[in-house]
Every structure is written in structure tokens, then in C-alpha cells.
């Protein structure tokens, strides 16, 4: 049973940082992309960024490059994101997501799902 578990949410105040992690287990994960959204309420869930468990290719939302970072640990079976400049408009619960298909940024491509992590930030 493939499971993904966030954790590292909590309370920041703007411009601090955090980093949340994915834990991952249930199968191998070559061939994977491993995703990071973020859903605030009364709003769609949002692609983060994303990268390839196998090579570490990276992806990015734009509004989001330069303050975040995705990272893997292979050994670990564990995703990062790190979350650095954090502004009241990054409060949201974070998930992270897997596909093998190759699909990027869309949420609905994505078959395996954590249970999310709360991010606020105060002003």
C-alpha cells in the first residue's frame, strides 16, 4: 500500500522559513514524480513544484521559484520543500503527490496522495 505522509506545517511569521518533508513507502518510486501542492480555502489546489525521484529534475511554479526548493533523498525515501520568504499568501495545507505517468503540474494527474499539512503565515 503506497503511502505518503507530510509533515514540518505549522505556524511562521512572513518572511521565515520552513521545510516540510514527504515520507514515502509502499513502493519503489523510480520513474515517479513527486509533487507539491497547496490548496487555501476557497481556493483550487495549486501546483508548488515537483521533481523526478530517479535523476532530481526539478520543477517549479513560477510565482514560487527562487523561494522554494525541492529536494529527495533517496535513501530516506523522503521529498523536501523547503520554504524560505514565506508571505501571508502561502497559507495553505500542503500535500504532496505522486504519479508515474509523467504529468507535471496538474493535480488530477496524480494518483497517490498525503493526508496534508497545515502552512499558516502571519503578518
Known amino acids: 500500500q503506497v503511502q505518503l505522509v507530510e509533515s514540518g506545517g505549522g505556524l511562521v511569521q512572513a518572511g521565515g522559513s520552513l521545510r516540510l518533508s514527504c515520507s514515502l513507502s509502499?513502493?519503489?518510486?523510480?520513474?515517479?514524480?513527486l509533487g507539491w501542492f497547496r490548496q487555501a480555502p476557497g481556493k483550487e489546489r495549486e501546483f508548488v513544484a515537483a521533481?523526478?525521484?530517479?535523476?532530481?529534475?526539478?520543477y517549479y511554479a513560477e510565482s514560487m521559484e527562487g523561494r522554494f526548493t525541492i529536494s529527495r533523498d533517496n535513501a530516506k525515501n523522503t521529498v523536501y520543500l523547503q520554504m524560505n520568504s514565506l508571505e501571508p499568501e502561502d497559507t495553505a495545507v500542503y500535500y504532496c503527490?505522486?504519479?508515474?505517468?509523467?504529468?507535471?503540474?496538474?493535480?488530477?494527474?496524480?494518483?497517490?496522495w498525503g493526508q496534508g499539512t497545515q502552512v499558516t503565515v502571519s503578518s
Open positions: 509502499g513502493t519503489t518510486f523510480t520513474g515517479y514524480l
Open positions: 521533481i523526478r525521484w530517479s535523476e532530481g529534475r526539478t
Open positions: 503527490a505522486a504519479n508515474s505517468r509523467g504529468y507535471i503540474y496538474t493535480a488530477i494527474e496524480y494518483y497517490y
